[in-house]
């Protein structure tokens, strides 16, 4: 399998609820992502995993909580979220330290939350 | 705050019109890159501009980043259903990406 994989395509969750989103990326990239996009609003950047170590939260909120335990496999714990959460999830992976390099993503989880 | 604001935010067009799409910003950025999304699957990388002035084509797509590196344009000649997507331009912020609001592109055969 190649390119960048995540797991579940959909997912539609109580706000009392606890899940998680995977990711696994297999093109040997050093950094990952994890960014969330809403109608009408641009992409948002939410994490970044660079060797496997954040370097970027950008004030999500704690209800989003990101593990990223080797550089293949990027995880996004979800819990006691809200309706406006409701958003496409969107994986990348990227290969630092060669300049700006291009993002590859995932096809995304369709998160809905009631 | 740097921003990009894509027009037209929509487009609906016939098979084979042409059309085009900007990215315009008050910032300068260092590269841009455009992305196109399909429904149901994420962006892919269509080209990057790094060079003030700089063309670049893609079968029919014409991808030209301005001469200050604020604003950039992608020209589709002869539009095919395949090209029905939202298009996104990123420009290479301080130190992450910086993504356009889109324009989504609907071609009927």
């Known amino acids: 399998e190649t390119g960048v994989t995540q797991t579940p395509r959909h997912l539609v969750m109580g706000m009392t609820n606890k899940k998680s989103l995977k990711c696994e990326q297999h093109?040997?990239?050093?950094?990952m992502y994890w960014y969330k996009q809403s109608a009408k609003k641009p992409l948002e950047l939410m994490f970044v995993?660079?060797?496997?170590?954040?370097?970027e939260n950008n004030s999500v909120p704690s209800r989003f909580s990101p593990e990223c335990p080797n550089s293949s496999h990027l995880f996004l714990h979800l819990h006691t979220l809200q309706p406006e959460d409701s958003a496409l999830y969107l994986c990348?992976?990227?290969?630092?330290?060669?300049?700006?390099?291009?993002?590859?993503f995932g096809n995304g989880t369709r998160l809905t939350v009631t | 705050t740097q921003l990009l604001e894509q027009s037209p935010q929509f487009l609906s067009i016939q098979e084979g019109e042409n059309l085009t799409v900007y990215c315009n910003s008050s910032?300068?950025?260092?590269?841009l890159q455009w992305y196109r999304q399909e429904p149901g699957e994420g962006p892919v990388l269509l080209v990057t501009?790094?060079?003030?002035?700089e063309v670049k084509k893609l079968k029919r797509l014409t991808f030209q980043f301005g001469d200050a590196r604020k604003d950039s344009s992608l020209h589709i000649t002869a539009a095919q259903p395949g090209d029905t997507g939202l298009y996104l331009c990123?420009?290479?912020?301080?130190?992450?990406?910086?993504f356009g609001t889109g324009t989504r592109l609907q071609v009927f055969p």
């Open positions: 990123a420009g290479e912020g301080p130190d992450k990406l910086i």
């Open positions: 990348a992976s990227s290969q630092e330290g060669q300049g700006l390099s291009p993002l590859h």
């Open positions: 501009v790094v060079t003030g002035g």
């Open positions: 995993y660079s060797l496997e170590e954040r370097v």
């Open positions: 910032s300068v950025f260092s590269s």
């Open positions: 093109l040997g990239h050093n950094a």
